[in-house]
Nanobody, 128 residues
Framework: QVQLVESGGGLVQAGGSLRLSCAAS????????MGWFRQAPGKEREFVAA????????YYADSVKGRFTISRDNAANTEYLQMNNLKSEDTAKYYC?????????????????????WGQGTQVTVSS
């Protein structure tokens, strides 16, 4: 049974940092892109960041570019999201996800429908 478990969320002051982790179990995902999405109360789920299956290419939403860094450790079957200079508008539940397209080499990673596996989410709250 495949499971994605996020951790690292919490309450932080504006300008602070958090590092989210997403540990996958049940199968390996080294051939698949991985991503992070977030959803604030009353809003649609939105793309945050993605990393391709090789780990060499990363993609970010404009709102987090320059502040967030996505990475992955295939040996540990884990992905990370380092979030720096957090703002109140970053407050949301953050979800990790695994793309359903093996060895995908394109540039479209922001569509939630392309992701097959999802975690349960971890809450990030930024106080101003």
């Amino acid at each position: 049974q495949v499971q994605l478990v996020e951790s690292g969320g919490g309450l932080v002051q504006a300008g602070g940092s958090l590092r989210l982790s997403c540990a996958a179990s049940g199968r390996t995902f080294s051939s698949y892109a991985m991503g992070w999405f977030r959803q604030a109360p009353g809003k649609e789920r939105e793309f945050v960041a993605a990393i391709d299956w090789t780990g060499r290419s990363t993609y970010y939403a404009d709102s987090v570019k320059g502040r967030f860094t996505i990475s992955r450790d295939n040996a540990a079957n884990t992905e990370y999201l380092q979030m720096n200079n957090l703002k109140s508008e970053d407050t949301a539940k953050y979800y990790c996800a695994v793309d359903g397209r093996p060895y995908y080499s394109g540039t479209y990673y922001s569509r939630a429908r392309d992701y097959y596996y999802w975690g349960q989410g971890t809450q990030v709250t930024v106080s101003s």
